[in-house]
């Protein structure tokens, strides 16, 4: 049918003059909009992309070449006169009628077998304009290295002598019919957009490739490849997804800050918006906005117009892929709820919280192996960080998963088992992160009553516990208790209760009030002091040497603990036990806080948050690719001349180191208040 069609058109032009076919131009470019006419021309002559070139590294040990930007002439044409024809002759075998398909010699592909010209590649040079072009793992191909053609990186493009692919030959090939073409391009992309989010072209290349590839749709690109059927073209988009939206940096840093106060709290990464609406009708275009004009303007919410959600859900539950592309999907469902907006539609998605909950926060499964690649089944870390997430968004929230999917039930399970090789190389991160979302529930004033069921196994265990991160989380619970406790007496007074309604059934529930009074937590500063002192110790003799891999985060989560007992205690009803404690501790506190202050140690670390701030150090360095669109939290990693094991452990000291200083201002200044207070009402008392 369609063939036909064309033969008729194609008649129906050839009996037209040259001016009725410009008239007939002219009424078609009436009919459609201005700006899709635009993009239509722009992929006539290339992919749009802007090309991305090398510059002068700032680096003073490994200096580049300076290479200006590519004129802008389509990429990727096929050059059909790059070397003279091959004949039999010219083979370095004799050809056998009895071989099959060899019977007759196919030029357009036998002539990409001879040698390069080298005179034409020579030609050339670095004077002429050449985009910056990568290999496959997404390092920049240095064009005046030579690479052999064993590599690989030699194609069938606009400069078949030059090595390695361009942005604009990339997004051709993940148009491929040819799924190992999709699949090549796409892993490449990723390793692209990866080193570009974490700073590694920064100082190298001109243009920022992350905001290059956003303004040439890479979006839409990439959304196509979530759709296809093959299920490996379908996982290296997903790879790519978690490249383009997931920061790693990111992820680390907020790690890192999980010790403290404000650990439980998710950052809201809101796209900035340049231009915002000042009239009735702006807010009533923006209202009807489609989702490529969203797009431009924020990432997250033009995904969530393109069923980006549903179709996540259905790689989940029906495709069922291996744990790489489980754990990624579910790191993306994390970066994507950074705004309370996109955290609602994500719970409304139909059957997505079903899916995570059911499938990778199982109540009962066969312990895990050590290379299982299956992801489903069992308990993931990055399932368990979403849930995490999803509660941060709102009480409400919280309350939903407690009631509808039983999270609570989720996390005691495990919490409360003993047996490592039950869950397999992920046995630390997962406790660690079920205790980190059970103290974002007990902020909430949800959980309480399992603490009480469960207090002797936690008291053993941070006794006993030899992971310093699962130490680190266990404190972090315990001192989000003591808050929970101060909060009973007002809570019971008001009897507020937070109801939500089922879209399903009906039904409603209600959310469960703290269970806990201050004599149940009290006791709880015995053992948490002795190991906050004990700590501090450990960082006077420790620290000056070991400062670059000094994990602070174990005496920052002490402290804060120590602060918040403190705090709680002067505001319960007056009561002997209530105080008989902190007045004991005051004085050994005060005495290790003097030598703390004027010990070697600390005024090492007062150095070290100087040369860590980017205000304070000449040499700082900020190395994170970010767009208006699609923000991150512009965390600093390393320089790109700095091993990624010495960078673990430095970047440490920058949030810990200060976050430390806060803990150590707020005691003191707690110090001061309730030596004086605990004294004249413990007079008062006798």
């Keep these: 049918m369609m063939v036909e069609i064309s033969k008729e058109n194609e008649e129906k032009i050839s009996h037209m003059s040259h001016e009725e076919i410009i008239e007939q131009q002219k009424k078609l470019a009436a009919m459609f909009d201005t700006s899709l006419l635009e993009k239509l021309k722009n992929r006539k002559k290339g992919s749009g992309i802007s090309s991305v070139s090398f510059k002068p590294t700032t680096d003073r040990n490994n200096p580049a070449p300076l290479i200006t930007e590519n004129s802008e002439k389509p990429v990727a044409t096929i050059q059909k006169d790059i070397v003279d024809p091959i004949s039999s002759s010219d083979l370095p075998f004799k050809l056998d009628d009895k071989w099959l398909h060899m019977d007759q010699l196919e030029h357009e592909k036998l002539r990409w077998l001879k040698p390069l010209d080298e005179h034409k590649k020579n030609k050339k040079g670095i004077k002429e304009k050449l985009s910056a072009r990568f290999d496959f793992t997404g390092e920049v191909v240095n064009p005046e290295e030579p690479v052999g053609a064993a590599s690989g990186l030699h194609h069938h493009g606009d400069e078949p002598e030059a090595a390695g692919y361009t942005l604009e030959e990339l997004y051709i090939l993940v148009r491929s019919l040819n799924a190992a073409q999709k699949v090549l391009a796409l892993a490449t992309l990723s390793n692209v957009l990866r080193k570009a989010k974490s700073g590694h072209y920064l100082y190298l290349l001109n243009n920022s490739i992350v905001n290059s590839l956003l303004q040439a749709d890479i979006v839409l690109l990439l959304r196509y490849a979530l759709d296809e059927k093959s299920e490996l073209v379908v996982a290296a988009a997903v790879n790519a997804w978690h490249s383009l939206l997931c920061q790693q940096q990111d992820t680390k840093s907020l790690e890192l800050l999980s010790c403290s106060m404000t650990g439980h709290l998710v950052p809201e990464l ?176 949800l959980g309480c009553e399992h603490y009480i069921i469960l207090r002797p196994s936690l008291i053993t265990r941070l006794q006993v516990e030899t992971d310093d991160s699962i130490i680190v989380a266990l404190v972090c619970l315990l001192t989000s208790l003591l808050a929970a406790a101060d909060a009973t007496a007002s809570t019971d007074k008001r009897k507020k209760t937070v109801h939500f309604s089922d879209s399903t059934t009906g039904e409603s529930a209600e959310a469960p009030s703290p269970a806990l009074d201050w004599t149940q937590v009290s006791g709880l500063i015995d053992s948490v002091y002795s190991m906050a002192m004990k700590s501090v110790q450990n960082f006077l003799e420790s620290y000056s040497e070991h400062h670059s891999t000094y994990d602070l985060s174990i005496l920052i989560s002490l402290l804060d603990f120590v602060h918040s007992y403190l705090t709680h205690a002067r505001l319960q009803p007056f009561h002997v036990e209530c105080f008989v404690t902190p007045q004991a501790i005051l004085s050994d506190t005060v005495k290790i806080f003097r030598q703390l202050l004027t010990s070697t140690a600390f005024s090492k670390l007062l150095i070290n948050i100087r040369q860590s701030s980017i205000l304070l150090n000449e040499s700082g360095y900020l190395t994170s690719e970010s767009s208006n669109s699609l923000p991150s939290l512009l965390s600093l990693p390393k320089p790109a001349n700095i091993d990624e094991a010495e960078v673990g452990a430095s970047t440490q000291l920058k949030p810990q180191a200060i976050h430390l200083l806060l803990s150590l201002q707020t005691l003191i200044r707690l110090l001061r208040s309730t030596l004086s207070s605990i004294q004249l009402r413990f007079n008062r008392f006798v």
């Design 270 to 445: 809101v796209a900035v918006d340049v231009s915002p609406p000042t009239t009735e009708e702006e807010i009533i275009e923006r209202e009807e906005e489609q989702y490529l004009e969203v797009l431009k303007r924020d990432v997250i919410s033009g995904l969530l117009l393109m069923d980006f959600l549903p179709r996540l859900r259905y790689i989940l539950e029906v495709i069922r892929p291996q744990l790489v592309v489980c754990s990624q999907i579910l790191d993306i469902l994390c970066r994507m709820m950074t705004s309370s907006e996109t955290s609602y539609k994500l719970s409304r998605t139909p059957r997505l919280l079903n899916v995570v909950f059911e499938e990778f926060l199982p109540m009962s499964f066969t312990p895990v192996a050590e290379n299982d690649e299956c992801g489903h089944g069992k308990p993931l870390v990055e399932a368990m960080r979403f849930a995490r997430c999803l509660c941060a968004s709102g009480r409400t929230m919280a309350v939903d998963l407690i009631a509808r999917h039983g999270l609570m039930e989720r996390i005691v399970r495990y919490v409360s088992s003993t047996d490592p090789s039950e869950f397999g190389v992920v046995y630390s991160k997962l406790i660690v992160e079920s205790l980190l979302t059970w103290r974002t529930l007990v902020l909430y004033g």
